[in-house]
């Protein structure tokens, strides 16, 4: 962006993005067929290794949406735009807090119930980071650097 390259950083961004899907769907794959193998790197008591199988089979799929998000926010912060991305993450943990408390304490679901949320809340941050992305608002700051002798100084114009 520095280097009003705005269609160049867009390409890095869903190149980024790309990739995060394929490894993230090869791991998640791992997650869903052999999670066992996983949880028995760090305890093999049977109670462990049952919840953490269920674990990694229902959070596998929320870990895609938060790598991507991780991305799509890292955008925004290169723009030198926190304040959205942090109001989106903010609403991402009301949305776990509610979901949390129908889905694991007034199901039978329990931490499962927990767990999906996380998932589930991961995929509400996801989208709206995604749309708010999808907006391009990121690509129209303009970003400028003044050197004042060994100080460094940034000014971000809001007006466009």
């Known amino acids: 962006l520095g280097a009003r390259r705005q269609d160049e950083a867009g390409h890095y961004v869903h190149t980024a993005l790309k990739i995060n899907l394929f490894l993230n769907a090869f791991i998640c794959g791992l997650f869903l067929v052999i999670p066992g193998l996983f949880i028995a790197v760090f305890s093999r008591d049977p109670e462990v290794l049952a ?5 990694l089979r229902i959070f596998g799929l929320g870990f895609m949406f938060i790598t991507s998000t991780i991305i799509l926010t890292r955008v925004f ?7 959205w991305p942090t109001i989106i993450a ?12 129908l889905l694991g304490w007034h199901t ?10 996380m998932a589930l809340s991961s995929a509400v941050q996801l989208g709206l980071i995604g749309w708010l992305y999808s907006l391009g608002t990121w690509k129209r700051k303009h970003l400028a650097s003044v050197d ?7 000014e971000v114009d809001w007006s466009e």
């Open 51 to 55: 919840a953490g199988k269920v674990y």
């Open 77 to 83: 912060q290169g723009a030198g735009d926190t304040l």
């Open 90 to 101: 903010a609403v991402r943990f009301g949305f776990f807090v509610v979901a949390s408390l």
């Open 108 to 117: 039978k679901l329990g931490a499962a119930g927990v767990w999906a949320s």
């Open 148 to 154: 004042a002798g060994n100080n460094m100084e940034l």
